[in-house]
């Protein structure tokens, strides 16, 4: 029996209960066991963590980029640390039930993503100076700046990437950030909040809330409506993403929305089968399915169909999902709820009662156990199709020509990531970019973002918007006129 951890809000560089002691348990969603207790914000947190957030901004947004980048910096070292890292094991095992090799392969790229962050902010401050266009002898002074105060709300599936691409890009740039968890990691979440407090952060310019699940309906709007608060940033469900930019859009407050995946892998017959179905098969089943860059539709000429088919099969039927504390062959994790179980078991349902064939899986479910599924013959009008499954699922269908292959990957309304596979690189230069997706990986998975730009969708199902320096900054204009010039709007 495991003894339950609390987690506190960290609200003005104090770790604190909820205003009102409210709490919310925790679960293991494997074994169901509560694992923790974590603070429940109350809106009075909520207002306070806008409060301290705002107050700070006034000097962080002057201080110095080097000041900034030297705190971020002390967090990618604490990050490789022994304390940090059983942090991470730990709080894994409890809140994800992810195999460990998963929750440290997932952290292991945070500190080079930090680091990476830091280079790239050097651009911050740097002032591009030109004539005006309007008025002669005129000097227009450009330059990127803070925003203000930012509404960062990271998922559970990457606890510590996910919140620190939510948090980091904001900060060093000058903003405030308040980081909302997931109900269901909010110790691993926590990391990131007791890392940079560890690094020296200045209290106020990031305060880390919690939340009951009932409570968020009406805390967020709330969060999102108050005056200081210039931008939101949300990972997570089509179905929530929608809801929060409706809110924003009552404020005409802008957002980056990192939503669903139904990501492509288009297979050319020229293509190498072997390299091709190990990379699909590791994008599809990574974590169970449950990442949004996650290889879901396998688009396979006719020519290599057969072989790919029977690869893939092959590699899925060697994996095995289940609790890998108890089990250490175990390499693909439970779903992160029952009723996600439930849901994943009943869209592969569906498509078999549609005419779609298992060819791997038998839509046995134990708990949040659901074992890796690859169907085909799915149909284009199939839920399984249009819907994002999040779970371990992959459909292989077979084309013909290019153009129908084509047509075939972007018939979807997501749009975050996709892979293309041939020999011929420049077959690969001309098909790359009628592939409608943020990222087209040639001869690689799904699962690939460059640290630099980022992950992002063209709209739609997958969102829109980037985790970098442009999309945390306002570019402001400063004209300098000179000595005695008339307007050329008014004639004197």
Wanted: charged fraction near 20%.
């Amino acid at each position: 029996m495991t003894t339950p951890t609390f987690t506190p809000l960290f609200l003005d560089g104090q770790r604190v209960p909820s205003s009102t002691n409210a709490t919310f348990d925790v679960l293991n969603p494997f074994s169901k066991e509560i694992v923790g207790r974590s603070a429940a914000a109350s809106a009075e947190d909520c207002r306070m963590a806008v409060e301290s957030a705002a107050v700070a901004f006034k000097t962080w947004e002057i201080t110095s980029l080097k000041e900034r980048q030297d705190v971020v910096a002390r967090v990618a070292d604490l990050l490789e640390s022994e304390k940090y890292q059983t942090m991470l094991l730990e709080r894994g095992r409890a809140e994800t039930a992810a195999p460990d090799a998963l929750t440290l392969g997932m952290a292991s790229g945070a500190p080079a993503f930090l680091r990476t962050n830091v280079v790239h902010a050097g651009v911050l401050g740097k002032e591009e100076t030109y004539p005006s266009d309007r008025i002669p002898g005129a000097r227009v002074s450009e330059q990127r700046r803070a925003m203000g105060v930012i509404l960062a709300i990271s998922p559970w599936n990457s606890p510590l990437y996910l919140s620190l691409r939510a948090i980091v890009a904001p900060i060093l740039c000058g903003n405030t950030v308040i980081l909302k968890s997931s109900e269901y990691t909010p110790a691993c979440q926590a990391i990131v909040a007791e890392a940079f407090h560890d690094a020296g952060l200045p209290p106020g310019v990031l305060n880390y809330i919690t939340m009951a699940r009932e409570d968020a309906p009406k805390l967020i709007p709330e969060l999102i409506a108050h005056p200081a608060v210039k931008k939101i940033n949300f990972t997570g469900s089509e179905r929530v993403g929608r809801l929060l930019a409706a809110e924003a859009g009552k404020h005409l407050k802008p957002c980056v929305l990192e939503l669903g995946g139904k990501s492509p892998a288009l297979v050319l017959d020229d293509s190498d089968v072997s390299a091709a179905a190990s990379a699909i098969v590791m994008g599809a089943f990574l974590h169970g399915g449950q990442v949004c860059m996650s290889t879901c539709r396998v688009i396979a000429q006719r020519g290599i169909y057969p072989a790919l088919l029977q690869r893939i099969s092959e590699l899925t039927k060697a994996l095995k999902a289940g609790n890998p504390v108890t089990d250490p062959t175990v390499n693909v994790s439970v779903l992160f709820t029952e009723e996600s179980a439930k849901n994943v078991v009943a869209i592969l349902q569906e498509a078999k009662d549609a005419g779609a064939e298992l060819v791997v899986g038998d839509l046995a479910r134990q708990g949040s156990v659901v074992q890796p599924h690859v169907v085909t013959g799915v149909k284009r009008d199939m839920g399984i199709w249009t819907r994002e499954t999040f779970g371990p699922e992959l459909i292989v269908n077979v084309f013909d020509t290019v153009e129908e292959g084509l047509e075939m990957a972007n018939d979807s309304d997501y749009s975050l990531s996709s892979s293309l596979w041939t020999r011929d690189e420049e077959r690969a230069r001309m098909l790359a970019l009628r592939i409608r997706a943020g990222y087209v990986n040639v001869n690689g998975s799904t699962i690939h973002a460059e640290m630099k730009n980022g992950l992002g969708g063209l709209g739609g199902s997958s969102g829109y918007g980037r985790f970098t320096i442009d999309d945390f900054t306002d570019k402001r204009l400063v004209v300098y006129h000179p000595e005695g010039a008339k307007s050329y709007l008014w004639k004197e």
